[in-house]
């Protein structure tokens, strides 16, 4: 008989009392972001560029110095989401944190042009800049070089200009919880949580993805471990109630398992792939004798996220059946009732380096695009202009608004999914504790490309200066911190500035005058 753990619900650390409008709160099988019912439209995010699968290895993948000091090819630990700017070791860098320009390319078709509201990532470097400045007698030189450390604050910082929220990775890979002792993964706890914990896009954090936690009682007792670390660390440092999740395959037979002795707050399940009809989620399953999520998540108080929704060899299925995404979606939808609190889709942009059935699995595909200036193109070693986006045809358009053809068109990201399901969208009482933070304004320079075959005219990648509806925020300087204090610099301080550059200038001039009259 498996051992029943109750899992602490992240109300449990607060009175109701108590919670401010900088907790992200599940309750009533739902989740509630400032206060307010959030239904998770998302896409999950891995943006492998094209120079990841040439030889030699080029574009945004080029040679790039690690931490370990090694010199070894950017996309090599699949983390797309530092933000480190350094010398390189002397090589060849991009002008700023190095994947910047490719989530600005990204985020801005994700939130202005899908509609979508939180990507999920998969990978982020455990030996970051905060683990080395945070334990300098642990992690030193030669074995640790701080400067060549991993950065991922800059990467929520231009997520959250975009609207969008994220569910970052704590500690992911199998091997680092099974091989790392548990003091160096609490220290690695430590270090993400001070890096992003207080992080105005920080939505939900995820330990591990796809473990197989039901046939590994030792791996479970880890995983719980750093999941209880977490929730305590993040009280310690800064008072705030983010859920945990861990993402698991669909196993009708280990979901009962799980649910009960996970200390989880959010039950995640990559179980999107069901073909288009995902209702036998949430209904009784007599073959593999589960009574189904909507009974689960009453009886334990977890709702379900569906970590990854889409189908294999999805060129071949959209032919077929052009909005089986809508009719997927639908059943998320639905089930909100249920305690469904959204998914991501599986995945933004399609990854060359896949399985071949797993290819085509995007809503976009990159192509190159061409930088004048170095004759060069996106693909080529010490090139870092992002490769261009190209929408899918069909796909793209059903998940942003529907096919003006389908019987499930308004099942879609542009659908209210409260008037869809006729309901209103809920709110608990929280504290408040003033507005989120506000970004100053100042565009990171973009390359000039050509994307061939397209237009003989330059192009840019990604264009600056243009936000989200959602987030009604300006464009955020690269280096500058977000600062969650009231004391933000904004838009203003650049115009004070100029009058008072303007004074100066006045001011010298009437002097210099003054000093010829005087000869």
Request: with cysteine; proline share 9%.
């Amino acid at each position: 008989m498996a051992l029943m753990i109750e899992a602490l619900p992240p109300a449990a650390l607060k009175p109701d009392n108590k919670l401010t409008d900088r907790d992200v709160v599940i309750k009533n099988l739902k989740l509630y972001v400032r206060g307010k019912e959030f239904f998770i439209k998302g896409l999950n995010y891995s943006p492998q560029p094209l120079g990841a699968s040439q030889t030699p290895i080029g574009g945004m993948c080029s040679i790039k110095k690690t931490v370990y000091g090694q010199d070894v090819d950017a996309c090599y630990f699949e983390d797309y989401f530092d933000g480190v700017e350094s010398d390189n070791g002397g090589l060849a860098k991009p002008d700023g944190p190095w994947w910047k320009k490719v989530w600005e390319r990204d985020m801005k078709v994700m939130s202005q042009e899908l509609g979508a509201n939180t990507i999920r990532v998969y990978h982020m470097e455990s030996i970051s800049k905060t683990l080395l400045d945070k334990y300098p007698k642990i992690y030193f030189p030669p074995k640790y070089i701080p400067q060549y450390a991993a950065v991922h604050k800059p990467f929520l910082d231009t997520a959250f200009k975009y609207g969008l929220k994220v569910i970052v990775p704590m500690v992911s890979e199998e091997t680092i919880l099974v091989n790392t002792p548990i003091e160096d993964l609490k220290r690695y706890i430590e270090a993400r949580v001070d890096e992003l914990g207080d992080h105005e896009a920080l939505l939900m954090w995820k330990i591990g993805n796809e473990l197989g936690l039901y046939n590994k009682p030792e791996l479970r007792t880890t995983v719980n471990a750093c999941i209880d670390y977490t929730r305590e660390y993040m009280m310690k440092k800064w008072n705030r109630i983010i859920p945990i999740t861990t993402a698991e395959i669909d196993l009708p037979t280990s979901y009962v398992t799980l649910a009960n002795e996970m200390h989880i707050d959010v039950f995640t399940s990559n179980a999107g792939y069901r073909d288009i009809g995902l209702y036998t989620l949430w209904e009784p399953d007599p073959n593999n004798k589960f009574q189904g999520w909507t009974a689960l998540s009453k009886e334990t108080g977890l709702p379900l996220l569906i970590g990854e929704f889409g189908m294999h060899e999805q060129d071949k299925r959209t032919a077929q059946m052009p909005d089986w995404v809508n009719q997927q979606w639908k059943s998320m939808v639905e089930y909100k009732k249920s305690g469904c609190i959204g998914g991501l889709f599986f995945e933004f942009n399609e990854e060359p380096k896949k399985p071949v059935a797993q290819r085509d699995m995007g809503l976009v595909r990159f192509i190159p695009s061409f930088d004048s200036a170095q004759n060069k193109n996106s693909t080529d070693p010490g090139v870092f202009v992002p490769d261009a986006i190209e929408r899918k045809p069909v796909v793209f358009d059903a998940i942003k608004q529907g096919l003006p053809s389908s019987n499930y068109k308004q099942y879609s990201f542009a659908g209210d999914v409260y008037t869809l399901t006729n309901t209103p969208q809920t709110s608990i009482t929280v504290i408040s504790t003033g507005p989120p933070p506000a970004i100053p304004s100042d565009p990171v320079p973009q390359p000039t490309v050509v994307v061939p075959g397209e237009s003989s005219s330059p192009v840019h990648p990604s264009s600056p200066a243009h936000v989200s509806s959602s987030s009604s925020q300006p464009e955020p300087r690269p280096s500058y911190s977000i600062s969650n204090s009231p004391g933000s610099r904004d838009s203003g301080s650049a115009t004070s500035s100029s009058q008072s550059l303007i004074l100066l200038i006045a001011v010298m001039v009437l002097a210099t005058f003054t000093i010829v009259l005087n000869h």
